[in-house]
């Protein structure tokens, strides 16, 4: 595979982190959710909304390394 498709750990974890510290918990709807993603780029991007965190957890991972290879696509245009 070449470097450019691929996400390191370090990468990962780094916007990981970025992306929960920049999130929410709403209490009246009892959901987690970050607009992290759609504050970047609303047409290609959604908010991101969970009932758990795991589950929120796991679509962040996700949504973060798809976000890095759009860039590093991006970087080689």
């Known amino acids: 595979m070449k470097k450019e498709n691929t996400v390191t750990k370090t990468e990962l974890n780094k916007l990981v982190n970025e992306v929960l510290n920049n999130s929410s918990f709403l209490r009246a709807k009892n959901v987690y959710c970050t607009h992290y993603f759609w504050l970047k780029d609303h047409n290609k991007y959604k908010a991101i909304f969970a009932d758990t965190i795991e589950s929120f957890g796991q679509k962040i991972r ?11 696509n991006k970087q080689k245009i």
């Open 62 to 72: 996700e949504q973060s390394e798809a976000f890095i290879l759009d860039n590093k």
